[in-house]
């Protein structure tokens, strides 16, 4: 049956069309506020009258690798992004999805989006946001041109059509779970305008900051967009990232109030500097990330199931938890953190997860290495520290089962080139926060780049994927990821070793106003002013 696209009177009557069918999906609704949105219930909390003004200096522990949203890859980006960007919808405080550019959308079935637009909304340059700049932007990422990392997030996309100059719909080749989730999320889902060539160095967005200069290695500079669409935010002039190179020059930088706000990677240096003094105030965070064992497949000794079973044996998660981060601070658990649907505690078993020595040895000779093997350059990001330790450990575990690892620390931006094209033989990079589990296990599809990079060819662990995209009951949808899992752990396609909160923020209790996200990156600088 086919489904006309709504007229223009019929696009109008936008929370009657929500209230009776859009929130049908529990993880995907979409509480439609119109032109001016209701801030979140963390921000009401919030005590005082916001203060218009002032410069909130940031210390950052990474410089940003790219400013192109539709081609980044880093996270060290991300928070750049954030301040530069606004898509169609975003995250609230609660991590609940509500509308940004879009003042609503309407679902007629299952695979049609129709999003009615914001209308006076300019970009940095002063270019108008239009329809056609969705259409752009959606356009670029499905572009193999692009080689955007965003397309395999998007691949449920048939079309995108511009209805009128502030409608714009989006035709799906299938029911997906994911799909309002990456619209939502920082960078995959924001607009970039048409028309504009280098993104890369010199960002143009519809954001709450306006690109100023960048100093790499020194700072990153933003000033207040004046043109920014949501009534008197930001409250900030100006907005400083000075980039430190290791946790203690931020926490002196802290200390001395140098900066204003920072996080951290290390729990332990987070608590010891809000110790320090009591007007810092201190957000754990929550556990996000995911420290993966990656392996190239496509050769020997790595194609063989049974050296990859016995490198799962021969690891020994829970001790390169408590070593590496202590008590509290993570737990071991499967590819898909547990603050996601479907991810696990680290209670439920999961094949090849019981360290057994023994075991990994019996499997080696078997598949003809009794004798033990070497695997070569295992290769992990040398900014990470706390990475870098579970790496040591890790190469220690294997060692006494026969396997032998050369330890390579490598700066990010190269590690991310290899990783992505599959040229490695086995690597670690941590994944941050992802809006869906989608994110996390496609990466293991045969027609996913770096599936295709590493030799991936499961025919059964693919269709297993695409199903659980199109599943839109929460609780099946959870049970299919478990099983997903599970499968992943069965073959030892990668190793997880533990999940964990990506960082520990922490800032002086002059800064108002701001809430810190469970994705980590810092969106809610749009709300925050200095009050000293």
Known sequence: MSHPTP????LEPWLATVARGIQRRSLLQLALMGAGLAASPSLLA???????????????????IGLDPVTLTAFSSYDFTAQLYTGLLRWNAEMKIE??????????????????????????????????????TFDRIMDPASASPSAVLFASVKAVTVVEPFTVKFELKAPSATFLSYMATNPN?????????????????TGPFVFESYEPGQQFVLKANPNYYEDKQPYLDTLVFKFFKDQASLASALRSKAIDMTWFKDPKVSAQIVKGSRELVSAPGKTSRTFPVWFNIKAKPLSDVRVRRALSLATDRK??????????????????????????????????????????????TEAGYAGGLDLGDYIVVAANALDVQCAQILQQQWAAAGIKVNLKPMETAPLIGLWLKGDYTIMSIALSWSPDPDAIVSRLLSTHSQGKGIGMADAQLDKMIEDARAILDVPKRAAAYQQIQKHVADQAYMLQIYQYPLRWEAWWSYVKGYVPLAANIRTFVRAAYISK
């Not at 007229?7 to 019929?10: D, K, L, R, Y």
């Not at 919030?46 to 940003?64: E, M, N, W, Y």
């Not at 305008?193 to 143009?204: M, N, Q, S």
């Open 7 to 10: 007229t223009n009177e019929e």
């Open 46 to 64: 919030q005590s005082g009258v916001p203060k218009r003004g002032g410069t909130l200096t940031i210390g950052a522990d990474a410089d940003p």
């Open 99 to 136: 509308p940004d550019l879009a003042t609503g959308y309407l679902a007629p079935n299952d695979t049609t989006y129709i999003f009615r637009l914001r209308q006076g909304v300019k970009f940095h340059n002063g270019q108008p946001f239009t329809a056609e700049d969705v259409k752009h």
């Open 189 to 205: 889902g924001v607009i970039v305008p048409r028309g504009v060539v280098d993104l890369k160095t010199k960002p143009v967005g």
């Open 319 to 364: 001790a390169c938890l408590q070593t590496v981060l202590g008590s509290g601070a993570g737990k071991v658990g499967a590819m898909v953190p547990e603050s996601q649907i479907g991810g696990y505690d680290g209670v439920s078993p999961l094949p090849y997860y019981k360290t057994d020595v023994a075991a990994a040895k019996k499997l080696l």
